[in-house]
């Protein structure tokens, strides 16, 4: 609701009055007064007069009359004299029991039917607030004369997710892929009951059962992330302790008592070795992807407190050494050139070496990068080579039982080796697993059917990578439907309406498929099975005096406007909403000199009848309505 102007009757005086109708009538806002030009004066001293002699409003308030006087779109009584001179005075008939105005929706949201006037309040309710994806605000305008008050800004509601949807990001587990144990990552997506991601924050639950237990985490979703989320489990070591593969399952689920199957898995064992008298290198068995950093130990063991080493290292292919570090206890000198490492330390103290055998240590830690230019999908090698490792009593160290210079022993996922050739790693391209597609609003309503106006929301379609995260696809991408209720677009960038449908559906599939991979996006849409339209008022009358200075003082008439109610439905579901200024736009006249539209209204021009026509998507006649203007 609007509040008018606020004054009393006491405190207002007949000048202030004069005042106020004088700028309503210089500025010609009230389209249901007769034509002022240049008879300000006259207009305002009439104004005064319905205002102070006629009450219009049920406190009596003049000011609040004033107001309210240029609220009518129609002018249902002319004056009671057909000139307007400066000394003639002119009443309208404008005894009124409720406040006539108007609104405005900016936002989500459509009226949920025509205003609802009462003694002193004009009621607009609001619904279809599908209009606008979760999380949209929308506000309410409201126009009584010269008066206008904005509501507040009232928001779609987010709900509570109904549906869920995973894909697993690597299905074979690497006892080193996370330490302690390896790491099993799923990406998960929730959507509401009508197919929206906007959804309220959750949270979402993997769990992985294998022979030892089960393990379960979760992730949160929320509206800010479409609805999609990471779930990263890190599996016991023990698990992957057996001598040869195991097998475990992969649930998720809404909740964490309600999981349902997603795939198993494949976890590889731990390798078993022994450092003894030897130095060497447990290279990364899981997959390294373009742009990864990681950490390389080099063991060593002399038996007894090794007192001086000297090693080297190379790298080859898209593997790069960055940086080292050397325990402080080691007195080094180390060279790097990226692809080749050398260090020779000796013990700096070694009056503190711990007496008798010892277990073996980490001498040294390099730090290797992947290029991030690599295409991925091959194997780099890593070579060692030991050139000479001493003991605290300074007795030469036989790495495997041979003199040095000797090549290091490397362990990677093929098992151990002590070649020249060295050790392999697997650096992975960042393959595709798997695709998450959305629809940014999900339900859509079909106002195309009425304005002509294509009604769309875009597609986004997140791929799963094997490096367990998310990267959206722009192309190569492919959709479809066989849906009447919706299409989509050529390139896949968005679903759409465009009034050239026949129905509406609960969810219809449009499938997407990029980088190999296929999924199925719900879209809800309402169609406004049936409309009624209805005329304001069908009779518009000249209204005497009121001539238009800018035609040859022709007479002028009254104005009328369509009222529009669309009933919008899917299946046996329904909701209605006053579309009037939808329809607006879309009315055409049979015979102009009659009765001609202007902005959206019909304005009377001479006395006769015509038919206006309300015209929808592709010139398809959606309804007609008789005008009659009389003199």
Known sequence: TTTALTSTTSTTTTSQLYTLCASLCAADQCNDWPDVGANVDACAANCVQVCTSQPC????????????????????????????????????????????????????????????????????????????????????????????????????????????????????????????????????????????????????????????????????????????????????????????????????????????????????????????????????????????TYSIDIQASAGLAISTFTLRVDVAGPLTITAYTVPTKWSATAQNTGTGFGINALLANPASAPSGVQPSEVVCTLTVSVSSLTAGNVFASVTGSIESITDIRSQAVKPNGQLTPTPMTFVDRFGTTSSVGGGLVYVSARNVVGILPYVQQAELVNTAVLTGSRVSSSITIFSVLQSGQLSTISSPLACATVSAAVQVAANCSSVYVDGTETDGAAAAVVSVSAGGYAAQVPVRVWFPANQSYWLRDPLLQAVPGWLDGSNGCAQRYQKTSVQAIATFSIDSQHFDADVSQLIAARLQSSNSTVAAVSAGSIVGKLPGSSTISIIGAGNLLLGSLTVYVTA
């Open 57 to 292: 409003t049920p406190s009596g308030d003049p000011f609040s009359c004033v107001s309210s006087i240029c609220s009518f779109t129609e002018c249902p009584v002319g004056p009671t004299t057909t000139t307007m001179a400066p000394t003639t005075s002119a009443s309208f008939n404008t005894n009124r029991s409720h406040i006539s105005g108007t609104f405005s929706l900016t936002g989500a949201g459509l009226a949920a039917g025509t205003p609802v006037a009462g003694p002193s309040t004009l009621t607009l309710s609001v619904g279809a607030l599908h209009t606008a994806r979760p999380g949209v605000s929308g506000s309410v305008t409201a126009t009584v004369g010269l008066l206008t008050a904005t509501s507040g800004a009232y928001q779609t509601a987010l709900r509570s997710p109904a549906s869920i949807r995973a894909v697993l990001a690597d299905d074979v587990i690497w006892h080193d892929s996370a330490l302690p144990g390896g790491r099993v990552a799923v990406a998960l997506q929730a959507r509401d009951a009508s197919g929206n991601v906007q959804i309220t924050s959750s949270s979402l639950f993997v769990a992985v059962t294998g022979p030892l237990g089960s393990v379960q985490g979760s992730c949160g979703a929320t509206s800010g992330t479409a609805g999609t989320c990471i779930a990263q489990l890190t599996l016991p070591s023990n698990w992957f302790s057996s001598a040869a593969n195991v097998t475990a399952n992969v649930s998720y689920g809404l909740t964490a008592s309600a999981l349902v199957p997603l795939q198993p898995v494949v976890l590889m064992p731990k390798p078993l070795y022994v450092v003894d008298s030897n130095v060497l290198i447990e290279l990364p068995q899981y997959n390294l992807f373009p742009g990864n």
